[in-house]
């Protein structure tokens, strides 16, 4: 069974009163340990796929099934616990909290999950030095460059143990060097086991994934080979 | 839910001015409800300590016909009232809450002479043993009566403070001779009321006083009154009770104890009874005089603390505005609907309590000032404190419900798009 799958899943918006349709008729199966690559150019809908995956958003027909539960029908409250021990984020913009240090603001999936202070404070820490961001615990994120703010947002997104790491453009704000550290982070981990789906535009971060497919329309282009992906390449 | 108080307190703390102008409503409000409350309730004691306790507790109990205390410088003794006697007063003072009694006669509006000072209006008591320590007088200058003089026919006289300063204007009066109704007595001593108070309004009389009319009073011994006045006259009973709470009760059964020795003759229109003074009701009256000017000033601290809340309410919700960011990624790490609300509500509810809190305090210092500068009594109410610390938490919880309800309604895609 995929750890992840989706069924003729359509998702639209409600405009002023218009539906503006975002995807349609998705069909997707990820498997456990899977390093996904979604590439596509703007405004083809992989956001908004990526939103669903994450159950940050519900599809408006369509099945999704994550771990084995459907996730049509669950509440909010429901959503937020999935994300909460499923799911690991990280964004572009990495996200984090200004106003807490890096040990916190990677504690903060472990304070929703109920952990006891001690165990969440000594969790993060081993997360952050597992980054090498062991000697930046006290740091706010203003006080961090691109590469280590990303670095302590991976750390938050797998201080949880998530079974699915959800990236979204991760190295779209980061210069090469650090871009390609991230990458070779990320490898780490899949080989570790964990499942890694990720948007991406740079072909260069798309090769470091082990399956890529194609959106753009809304849709999932069939057989999405090197040649497709380097025609998408070429229309960039 | 320690954790949500640390965060709200660390979320108010790293927005120290704008935590402290959201509280500065809150804090007006407060100090003004607990101001005009301790101005209330100080005014209110005073009037209740020391004129309807007479700053002692006493009750006086005299006869009344047709609703008046009766005078008797005009018409004729009314018929069958007894002439009391100690043994009477034995049987007061087995009353619950009755600390002393005593008999007197008295008369207002008496003149006097000293040489050729004339002092209209003054009023003479005639007293026994119990009087001085019944009403709380004490003497302090010369002496007072001695148990021969209380019962014999020497012709002595104790004088208060306002006689000797309008009669004998910086002459020592003790030793002098001061005329009652063309009798002359010997003064022999001066009273004043024991200074348990410093209040302004001391007692019934000092009301007067305080309303321009000056009048004195001279004690001469009970037993001397019929050679003054007349013979028969009733007396009045004067009873000091345990508290100012309790005069009313001791009061209503003193009469009862009077009343039951009356022998009117079947028949008669109108008979005159043993009444204690309704000065609890003159007071109350004028309790409720200023309870009612007040009650308004209640109204409009009440609407300043209902601005106040408003002004949390629009902090809260520009602090939600400004968090959204905040908000969306907290959703996207899992955190649910009601943590969210649950923090900014708890962090509406700190901050409209902790403006309750500063709020009591400007308002007990406020109190102060005005019980300073404009020498108007204040007492701190302990539970309009408690009750105002509440309330502010109480708008804190509605004012803060909305913007609450808001940060958890947040879509968190949109909110993590937010910039």
Redesign the interface.
């Known amino acids: 069974m995929p750890l992840l799958e989706l069924k003729k899943v359509n998702k639209s918006y409600d405009n002023e009163g218009f539906s503006v349709p975002v995807l349609f008729d998705i069909d997707l199966e990820v498997e456990e340990g899977e390093y996904l690559v979604i590439m596509g150019p703007s405004g083809s809908g992989k956001s908004t796929l990526m ?1 669903i995956i ?1 159950c ?2 519900v599809p408006s027909s369509g099945e999704y099934y994550l771990d084995g539960e459907a996730i049509s029908g669950k509440n ?2 429901q959503l ?2 999935l ?3 499923t799911i690991g ?1 990280v ?1 572009q913009t990495f ?3 200004p ?1 807490e240090t890096a040990q916190a603001n990677v504690a ?2 472990l ?3 109920g952990v006891p ?1 001690a165990e969440r404070m000594e969790r993060a820490k081993e997360a952050l030095e597992k980054m090498g961001m062991g000697d930046r615990l006290d740091f706010y994120p203003n006080q961090l460059s691109g590469g280590q703010k990303q670095r302590v947002a991976i750390a ?1 997104a797998m201080v ?1 143990h998530p079974k699915i790491l959800l990236a979204d453009e991760p190295t779209g704000a980061l210069d090469t060097t650090s871009g390609f550290q991230i990458m070779e982070l990320f490898t780490e981990l899949n080989k570790e086991g964990i499942t890694i789906i990720m948007i991406t535009h740079e072909p260069e971060i798309a090769d470091f994934g082990n399956r890529k497919i194609l959106i753009r329309d809304g849709r999932i282009i069939e057989g999405a080979t090197e040649e497709t992906i380097s025609e998408h390449r070429r229309l960039r | 839910m320690t ?1 949500d108080l640390k965060l709200s307190f ?1 979320g108010i703390w ?1 927005h120290r001015l704008r935590s402290f102008l959201t509280m500065l409503g809150i804090i007006v409000g407060v100090a003004a409800v607990i101001a005009v409350v301790s101005t209330i309730s100080g005014t209110n004691e005073q009037i209740k300590n020391n004129l309807i306790g007479d700053g002692t507790n006493t009750v006086t109990i005299q006869v009344y016909q047709n609703g008046w205390a009766m005078d008797f410088s005009y018409g004729s003794v009314p018929e069958g009232i007894p002439e009391f006697d100690e043994s009477i007063l034995e049987e007061i003072r087995k009353v619950d809450h009755v600390v002393n009694a005593s008999l007197i006669h008295r008369r207002d509006y008496v003149d006097l002479y000293y040489l050729n000072n004339e002092l209209s209006g003054s009023m003479v008591y005639g007293i026994d043993a119990n009087y001085l320590e019944t009403a709380g007088y004490q003497i302090i200058s010369g002496r007072g009566f001695s148990e021969n003089e209380l019962n014999g026919q020497k012709k002595i006289v104790l004088i208060d403070e306002t006689i000797k300063e309008s009669a004998f204007d910086g002459v020592d009066p003790l030793g002098k001779t001061l005329e009652i109704q063309g009798e002359p007595f010997v003064v022999i001593g001066i009273v004043d009321k024991k200074s348990e108070f410093e209040p302004v309004i001391k007692n019934v009389q000092d009301y007067y006083t305080y309303m321009g009319d000056t009048r004195g009073a001279v004690y001469i011994p009970d037993h001397m009154w019929p050679l003054v006045f007349r013979y028969d006259e009733p007396k009045t009973l004067i009873v000091k009770a345990t508290s100012t709470d309790d005069m009313a009760g001791v009061g209503k059964k003193s009469e009862d104890i009077l009343n039951q020795y009356l022998h009117v003759p079947e028949g008669t229109e109108n008979a005159p009874k043993y009444q204690s003074n309704n000065l609890a009701q003159a007071a109350s009256e004028l309790q409720q005089l200023s309870s009612s000017t007040n009650i308004l000033l209640i109204g409009i601290a009440s609407i300043s603390l209902l601005v106040g809340g408003i002004g949390v309410m629009n902090i809260m919700l520009v602090s939600v505005t400004e968090r959204t ?2 908000i ?12 969210i609300r649950r923090q900014f509500l708890m962090e509406a509810v700190i901050l409209s309590g902790i403006g309750g809190i500063l709020g009591v305090v400007a308002g007990i210092i406020l109190a102060k000032i005005i019980s300073v500068v404009a020498m108007i009594p204040t007492a701190i109410n302990v539970p309009s404190i408690i009750i105002a610390v509440v309330f502010s938490m109480v708008i804190g919880i509605i004012f803060g419900m909305v913007p609450s309800i808001k940060a958890s309604n947040l879509n ?2 949109d909110a ?1 798009g937010y910039e």
């Open positions: 939103n994450g940050l958003d909010e409250n937020a616990d994300r909460n021990s984020f964004f996200q984090l909290l106003k903060l999936p304070l929703y999950a202070k938050r949880n | 954790e660390k790293s960011r905040e969306g990624i907290k959703k996207a790490l899992g955190a649910r609907k009601s943590r968190p895609i993590l």
